[in-house]
Structures are given as C-alpha cells and as structure tokens.
C-alpha cells in the first residue's frame, strides 16, 4: 500500500520526519517496507523568468538570458534552446542541482559567458506529459501556469512529498486505504484522527425512478448500492486529486474516473462509474455468469466465463466482471451525461476464484480478495458524492438502490482482564486497557474484570481475547513487557560437548555485538552461480530434494554463505548499514547412508564502517581461546567468491576447518551489495575433534618477564601469519606471548616494502631471564626471518 505523507496528514497531524514515522509504525504493527522522496534530484531546480535575452557574442546558437529567480538580482543563463522567450516560464537547475538523469549543475563557461545553471528539459528531469503538460516537448519544459519566480519546481509538478510502502496483511484490509493507515499513525503517535468529509446536498430527480437493482446471488453479493449523477460535466481532476493519485501510484484520467480511484485508495473501498446510457433498459442484475457467455473488458481483452464466476448485468448482457474490472462500455466518455456509481460488496472467495482464473489482478480485486465489509460501502458512495458536488462533477439523485443482505448490527466482545494480563505478562488496570483501545478507534469499558468492546466494522478480524490483548500490546509497546524467567524445574544431565561449544560460541558473538541469524536449510541451484564456484567445486555437489517447494528451495544447502550474503542485502536494502551477523547451522553433504551427512558450522558476516579483514580474523581468534584451541594458523586461499587479495584458509593441527576473507567485488555486485563486506565459516565437527576436553590450570608464574620489540622491513606481498609461526619455532619455551602491533608502508621504507613490529614477552618457569637469555633468541629470530623472508632489522 502505498501512502502519501500529504494525504496522510490531510486525516492526521504528523510532526515526525520519515524515518522516526517509520520506526513507530513498525514497533507498533505496522510493517513500513520503506519510503520514496519524491522530490529526490530536483534539489535546487526552480521556477525562473526569463526578464532578457541577448544573443550570445561568441556564438550564432547560444543565448544569454537572464533569468529572476525570485532572489534581488537575475541570474545569466546561457542556453542553446529555441523554445523560450522574454517573460516565459523555465524549469531551471541552479549551481548545485543532482538531476535524477545523474547530472550534476556546476557553474562554467560556456564560449567565454559565465552560466550560473541550467534551463532543463522535461527528459532531463525524468518526467513526461502525465506529470507535467509540455515536459515531453523537444526543448526547455515550460511552466504554463502563473507561478512565482524562485519557486521550488517540486512543489509545481506536485512531488513535493514523501511516499511510504506499508505491507498489509490478508486480515487487515482496513489498512489497504489511506485513512486506514492515518488510523494506525493516529494510533501510534496518539493524536486525533479526522475522517473525510461525506455531506452532499441532492437534486430533485431520485435514483430509484432512473434504475433498478436486483441481486439474484445474495450469498456473493451480500451488499449493493447504486446512485445517479446526471448533468456531468467531464473535465480534468482538480491538481490536488491528480497529485494525491500520481503519489499513490494511480494514472489521473478525467474527474469521474478519478473521484472513484481516490475513493478507492482512500478509504478501501472500490468503485465503479457507469456510464448509464450503455445500461439496457436502466436495470442492473448482479447474478452468476450463464456457460457460453463471455465479456470485453475495459483492457480490451474477451473473458469467457463459468457459472461460479458473479457478473454485473443489465437486462441482456454482462457489462462488468464483479470486483475486478468493468465491461467494454462500462466507462467514462465525453459524452458521458448520467452516471451510476456503484459501491458494493462482494465474497472475497469468490472474487479470488474469478480473478485466478481469468489471469487478472487488479487494485479493486485485490481489496476485495482480502474482505470488505458492508458498512464500508456506504461511507463510500457518500464520500464520492461529496468530491462530485465539491468538484461541480454534476447532479446527485435523491435517494439509493440498496440491496443489503448481510448483518451490519454493531458488535461486541467481552474479554477478562485478568486473562488478557496473563496472555501479555503484565499487570495493566482495566482503564489504562480502555485508553489504548480508544487510540485504534475501539470504544470499550471495564465492569469488574470484563473489558466489554464495541467492535468496529472495519475491524471484523478482532474474534477472541488474544485479538483484543494484540491491540492492547501493540499500542502499549512490546518493549515494555518485563523480563521474566519461566517458573519451572528441570533437571540437567549436564550439556553435551558440541552443546557447551555453541554456547561459548553464541555468548562471545553477542557479547561482541553480532545477531545471530536463522535461515532455511534449502538453497537454490542460483545460490551456487552466485559464488563463482567451478563447476566441480565439491560444494556444488548438494543434495537434491524430491519434491522442492519452487527452484529456489530445491537443494539442501552446503555452504551457509549464500544465505548470510542474502540476508546482509537485504538488512542494506532496509537501510540498516551496521550489519553483523552470525548464524549457527548445518550443512549437508551427499554420503553413502540413506541421509545426507550433517555438518554443524559457524558462519560470520559483518558489513559495517568499523569492520575490516583483520577484525573478524580477530573475533575467530579469540573465539579459539576458550575452546583451548591454541595450535592454528592462517595461510592464504579460500573460495572463488572471496576477494582474491583478501581471503585465508584456517588451519587447526595442519586440519582445514575454515576461511575467512572479504567477499569479491563481482558477488557484491550480483548481491546488491555496494560495501565491504566481510565474510568467515568454520567447520565446528571439525573443531570438535581437535578441542582439548579440559583446560589446564597453570600457577601463577614465579619468575619475572621480558619485553622486547622488534620491527623487521620485509616484502611487501610478505603474508605475516608465516613470520609469526616461524618467530615462534625459533624461540622454544621461552616466548610467552607474541603480537603484532604496527604494520606500515610509506616514506620511512622502501618501496614495495614494509615494516611490521612485534611485541615478545619471554618468561622462563624455573629462572629469572638475563639480558643474555634474551639475546641469544633474538638472534636467532633475526636470523630466522633472514633466512626465510628476507628480512631486515629496521633501524
């Protein structure tokens, strides 16, 4: 559903800029799947007048104009165009301007005159004739209204305005229309809610002597209503309809067509305009399709219909399909003098059923497949006649045809406050509960421990105490319930090995600021594409599943990486670009059993500003620690889709168990992904074979260290991961610890070289080391790392 900020506050004051607006609604229960800027690229693009023009002294097909922005002095615009003239109009990009075809307005030159901007041209500002008239003629775009000078263009082409897209679900159709979502605002941000106008005043003519109404399918059709217009005056949709529609994503036609569109997007309802003289002796018959028949809708294209599909007739033929689009000659036409609207509801199964079948999806279909209710038309039809007599569209008829079969008595629910406290874990008084239910419009009291609710029309999925204890909870703020430890007694054999490894695994990764993400254990065979793997890479070797719900789930995956790379995407694509992640899964591989082998991994993906290659190598290192894996090392390799510069092998007692690296530019790409991202997967069966089972408790040392530093100018291309493991071979016992803590390249070293420095600490178990002791390591390490790297001791 897409909602306009400015239509929204026509029913609702909003004080909260876009993205605070979308947080709430989303905490509060409505899904906002983003919004859209409209005015995105006409930044800095106003309304100029043009005062003078001079022709250009350097140049026969340049002119310089000078150009009132609505600033003291004009601005000198040097143009080529020959569409404009003193006193016109212009559409004109100020130094500054981003245009949406991606040009960017600089102030230059042009042949020796100084242009401070530019006039553009409808293409340029990536808009035709259906947003503005003449934006699609063959030169500069012409404002052809009085507008005044300095005017943001935005505002003229009535995309000055912010666009949200909010997901609806099938039991809330009420939030398929603008005023249902300006409820959910009102709701959320607590304010007031103002409903559209529906007074009109009538003529003298009454719709029941101009048309008569028959539905023979009142199962199908438990509401029908119809009123007549006369006298129409077809005409273009005044500029705030046409806005408001444009927005909203709906194309403005004429002002008949329009009122039934803005009605429909507006309050959930839709509609249909007749144009009456096509009605065959002026009566409509809602009843199911005759075999054989068929009908020419209103896209040109012939339906032949069955007996379950419900029709719109006149006295000989259909002339709409119900719910879903009107017939051939159902439309709006110029010559059009009488009208009948029609409001109605129809079964949604049925509707649903239709539209399958025919291969058609259209705005109207698709509220009615979720379920209208039948108060929903009236409010409808007067909302119509209000924008006709507000529009001078034409004459109202006095009186409806109104065929109602289904019960539109109000309704109550009575709910236990006790259980509704119990259902949400919290301890609220029954007139706090009553306030929050207002907020949505909900009118309810409390007697004792019954919450007694007047149950809206537009709210018929609210059933049972969990569906009123949801609206209570949802306004009232998930974040507020209380934490509380489940009242239970279990008794613990104690956990497994691979159960305490998840654990420390889980609590270090959230400690560190990383979610943990869940996905499906099914990929797709694209999944695999994606990664750039050869075409006999063991990974593409998967296990096919028999009956797959769609392609895309049609293998067990063997790699957690094309789902975190997805999963990542999409986090970006929500604007959330501090994204860290890590997921805890098996994969499965072809074995010879009758199941596949299990393999439990670790997978990381971190996409964030303040994350790099050597932060993640570091979070797995000290993810080691507690699992007392010390002996590892890291060398260079690792899969097709990592970056090839940036990515290593993880090596436990010489067993591969993982990679790490940056993901590579072309998957990035493919993914959507425009930032780095950092990747990493362990193999934790693995990583259990090699876990030392207990940790060994050492004393404290007796004897005092040593610290030494030392740097050391290697090649540039030198992999560090292979000096630290030859320092540590070359020291014994007496080396402690060792870190690296300066890598540098620049001034002060040769070219395609670099420095790096470690940090020794060296302690002996049964002496006090002397400077001696030291020494004779160091040595041995200098000569170490000549001998191997090449390496210089950097003075």
């Not at 060994?696 to 610290?707: F, N």
Request: aromatic share 6%; proline share 4%.
């Amino acid at each position: 559903m897409l909602a306009p900020l400015s239509w929204l506050k026509k029913y609702v004051e909003i004080d909260k800029d876009a993205q605070t607006l979308t947080n709430m609604l989303t905490m509060t229960g409505s899904e906002v799947e983003g919004y859209e800027n409209l005015a995105k690229g006409l930044d800095h693009v106003v309304v100029g007048k043009i005062t003078k023009i001079d022709k250009h002294p350097d140049a026969d097909r340049l002119q310089v104009c000078r150009v009132n922005v609505g600033e003291e002095k004009d601005i000198i615009i040097v143009t080529g165009a020959t569409n404009v003239y003193e006193g016109a109009l212009v559409t004109l990009a100020r130094e500054g301007a981003d245009l949406p075809n991606g040009t960017k307005i600089t102030k230059g030159k042009l042949r020796g005159v100084v242009s401070y901007g530019m006039m553009c041209s409808g293409e340029e500002l990536c808009i035709d004739d259906s947003v503005y008239p003449g934006a699609s003629v063959n030169g500069i775009m012409l404002i052809n209204e009085d507008v005044k000078p300095g005017t943001s263009i935005a505002s003229v082409l009535g995309m000055d305005d912010i666009v949200f897209d909010i997901k609806t679900y099938a039991n809330r159709p009420d939030c398929l229309s603008v005023v249902g979502t300006a409820r959910e605002v009102a709701a959320t941000l607590n304010v007031p809610l103002t409903m559209p106008e529906t007074t009109y005043k009538e003529d003298t003519k009454q719709t029941q002597d101009i048309v008569s109404v028959e539905v023979s399918s009142p199962d199908l059709c438990p509401r029908y209503m119809g009123k007549i217009v006369y006298d129409i005056k077809i005409e273009p949709s005044p500029k705030w309809m046409q806005k408001s529609l444009a927005a909203a994503g709906v194309r403005p036609i004429n002002n008949i067509v329009d009122i039934t569109n803005y009605v429909m997007l507006e309050l959930g309802q839709p509609m249909h305009a007749f144009d009456f003289k096509y009605v065959k002796e002026q009566k409509i018959v809602v009843r199911n399709a005759k075999n054989g028949e068929s009908i020419m809708t209103l896209d040109g294209k012939e339906r032949k219909l069955t007996e379950e599909m419900l029709v719109i007739a006149d006295a000989e033929k259909p002339i709409a399909l119900a719910g879903i689009m009107g017939g051939e000659h159902s439309g709006i036409y110029e010559d059009t003098n009488t009208v009948l609207f029609e409001s109605a509801i129809f079964n949604h199964a049925n509707i649903r059923m239709t539209a399958r079948a025919l291969g058609m999806r259209t705005e109207s279909s698709s509220r009615y497949e979720k379920g209208l209710e039948a108060a929903n038309a009236e409010l409808a039809l007067n909302r119509a006649m209000h924008l006709i007599e507000k529009l001078g569209a034409g004459k109202i008829a006095q009186g409806c045809a109104d065929v109602l079969s289904a019960d539109i008595s109000p309704r109550t629910l009575t709910v236990s406050i006790k259980r509704v406290n119990e259902l949400l874990g919290l301890d609220l008084p029954g007139n706090t509960m009553d306030g929050l239910l207002r907020r949505l419009q909900i009118e309810s009291h409390a007697e004792g421990d019954s919450l007694i609710c007047e149950i809206p029309a537009f709210r018929q999925d609210l059933q049972n105490t969990a569906d009123i204890a949801e609206e209570i909870l949802r306004i009232y703020g998930f974040d507020k319930i209380p934490s509380k430890l489940p009242e239970m007694h279990i008794e613990s054999k104690g956990r497994t090995a691979r159960q305490r490894t998840n654990l420390a695994i889980r609590n270090y990764m959230s400690s560190h600021g990383l979610y943990e993400a869940v996905h499906y254990s099914f990929m797709s065979p694209a999944a695999l594409d994606m990664l750039l793997l050869p075409e006999k890479d063991e990974l593409r070797n998967a296990v096919k599943i028999i009956n797959p719900l769609g392609e895309d789930y049609s293998l067990m995956r063997t790699t957690l990486m094309p789902a975190m790379i997805k999963t990542i995407a999409a986090n970006l694509n929500h604007r959330i670009d501090d994204v860290k992640l890590f997921e805890l899964s098996k994969t499965f591989h072809e074995s010879n059993d009758d199941l596949p082998l299990e393999v439990n991994r670790l997978s990381i993906g971190v996409c964030s500003d303040d994350e790099t290659f050597f932060t993640v190598k570091g979070r797995v290192e000290s993810m080691l620690k507690p699992l007392g894996l010390k002996n590892y090392e890291f060398k260079r390799g690792g899969g097709a889709f990592l970056h090839p510069g940036r990515k290593a092998i993880m090596l436990v007692d010489e067993i591969q168990v993982g990679f790490i690296g940056e993901l590579h530019p072309d998957v990035a790409d493919a993914a959507g992904i425009k930032k780095r991202t950092y990747l990493a997967e362990i193999n934790l069966d693995a990583l259990l074979e090699i876990q030392r089972s207990e940790l060994v408790v050492a004393e404290l040392p007796k004897y005092p260290s040593v610290s030494r530093d030392l740097a050391v100018v290697v090649d540039k291309d030198q992999p560090v991961g292979q000096m630290l493991s030859v320092i540590k071979a070359s020291c014994g016992n007496l080396l402690e610890s060792i870190e690296i803590f300066d890598i540098y390249e620049g001034a002060q070293v040769e070219k395609d070289k670099k420095s790096v420095a470690f940090s020794l600490i060296f302690r002996a178990s049964d002496r006090t080391l002397v400077d001696e002791d030291v020494n004779k390591k160091f040595v041995r390490i200098l000569n170490a790392l000549d001998k191997n790297f090449n390496a210089k001791l950097r003075e």
